[in-house]
């Protein structure tokens, strides 16, 4: 199951990060070398959550921001 947000479609995004070595042109060095690049991802902090959509429950992967801004009614059973 892929890791999204069922309300803000938030989900695993990947980017590259760089060692660089060496010293700064504006220092009076030779300039920064690149020497390591590596791949990582950020994932979303997702809580697996049960709404009450049409009057059933139903578990849907959320994110932490959405659950702050989500109505508290959906949380709760409506025929109880």
Request: charged letters at 25%; hydrophobic letters at 30%.
């Amino acid at each position: 199951m892929p890791r999204v947000c069922a309300i803000t479609g938030k989900k695993t995004v990947s980017q590259t990060t760089s060692k660089r070595k060496g010293s700064p042109k504006k220092r009076g060095g030779v300039g920064l070398k690149q020497v390591g690049v590596h791949k990582r991802t950020f994932k979303p902090n997702l809580v697996k959550k049960t709404l009450w959509v049409d009057g059933a429950p139903q578990k849907v992967w959320i994110s932490a921001k959405a659950l702050r801004q989500l109505d508290p009614t959906l949380l709760v059973n409506p025929n109880k």
